[in-house]
């Protein structure tokens, strides 16, 4: 049993821990980014490959989760798909996985650049390393703030992204409700 000041400290960390992993939500547009931040670049990656038939397997993943607990079934918009898209792409080749890249839009300029205008509230999940719909899924519903945006039965729409870059996939999902 740890002292009653150590589980403070841990309990401290494992806090800040979680709030680095959450997941964001906007219920506002976010701050462009920071003048003479680099652009994100394509350049050097190796070839990317768009998985749709992943990415419909998430959705119905997804929906499948929400039904056990009493939400609606997200609708996809190809528009979020394709803020998704550009995202997972822009994580596989600077190989980084993150929800904002140095010179990146945010969350919500990446919405609006899709044509995904108009929004309430958006919310995304990220990951990379998982080889199948069903293993991103497990992850994300293990992860407390990743399993709240995909049970949050006020967000309606959805967009994945799917994205392999060699061996490995880089996964986005954007919730959005207008």
Known sequence: MLPRCSRTVLMALLGALVALAVVAVLPFQSPPAAAGSAPVSTAGAEELL???ALEQRVIRHVNRHRAEHGCPPVRLNRKLRRAARTHS???AAARTMAHYLPGEPTL???AAAAG?????????NVATGFATPGAVLKAWMESPTHRANILDCGLREVGVGAVQE???LWWTQDFGVR
């Open 89 to 91: 792409v822009a994580m």
């Open 108 to 110: 919500g300029q990446r």
């Open 50 to 52: 768009l998985a749709p």
């Open 166 to 168: 060699g061996p490995r």
């Open 116 to 124: 995904y205008d108009g929004w309430l509230r958006l919310a995304e």
